[in-house]
Each structure stands twice: as structure tokens, then as C-alpha cells.
């Protein structure tokens, strides 16, 4: 069974940082694509930045690009998201999330992630 455990999260201010992570068990293979999503209240859920596990190939969504950084810790099987310069609108929960169909692109795309993670929720204030 495939399981994604997330860890990190809470409150933060307007500038600080924060680390989410996301432990990923029961991957039966070592191709596959992780990404992170949010979902703000009365949003939509969004891709905001994946990263696929052989070749480290990493997308960003515009609104955090620079800001926010994926990375994967294939000994750990952990992924990370480093959150720097946060911003209110950044408040959310945020979801890790396995794809196995198309492993090769790092683009967070909904359809093809089918392994989720419980959700962190993060809140940033002013």
C-alpha cells in the first residue's frame, strides 16, 4: 500500500520560512513523480511544484517560483518543500501527492496523481 506522511506545517508571519515533508512508503518501484498542492479556502486545489525521482527535474507554479523549493531525498524516500519569504496568500493546506503514471514530468497535474497525503495546513499572517 502506497502512503504519503506529511510533517511540518503551522503558523508563520509574513517573511519567515517553513519546511514541509512528506514520506513516501509502499512504492513498490523508483520511478515516480511527487508534487505538492494547496488548497486555500473557497479555491480550487493547485499544483504549485514537483519534482520527478530520476532525474530531479523540478516545475514551479509562477506564484511561488523563487520562493519555494522541492526537493527529494531518495535514501529517506522524504520529500521536502522549503518555504521561504511567505506571504498571507500562501495560507493553506498543503497536500503531497505520488504520480506513477507519467513519472517523467514534474508538472503537477491533478489528473495523474493518485496517491495523496492527509495535508498539512500552513498559515501565514502579517
Known amino acids: 500500500e502506497v502512503r504519503l506522511i506529511h510533517s511540518g506545517g503551522g503558523s508563520a508571519r509574513t517573511g519567515e520560512s517553513m519546511r514541509l515533508s512528506c514520506v513516501v512508503t509502499?512504492?513498490?518501484?523508483?520511478?515516480?513523480?511527487i508534487a505538492w498542492f494547496r488548497q486555500a479556502p473557497e479555491k480550487e486545489r493547485e499544483g504549485i511544484a514537483g519534482?520527478?525521482?530520476?532525474?530531479?527535474?523540478?516545475h514551479y507554479k509562477d506564484a511561488v517560483r523563487g520562493r519555494f523549493h522541492i526537493s527529494l531525498d531518495r535514501a529517506k524516500n522524504t520529500i521536502y518543500l522549503q518555504m521561504d519569504n511567505l506571504k498571507p496568500e500562501d495560507t493553506a493546506l498543503y497536500f503531497c501527492a505520488a504520480n506513477v503514471r507519467q513519472p517523467q514530468t514534474a508538472l503537477p497535474i491533478f489528473v495523474l496523481y493518485d496517491y495523496w497525503g492527509q495535508g498539512a495546513q500552513v498559515t501565514v499572517s502579517s
Open positions: 509502499g512504492f513498490t518501484g523508483d520511478d515516480y513523480a
Open positions: 519534482i520527478t525521482s530520476q532525474t530531479g527535474a523540478t
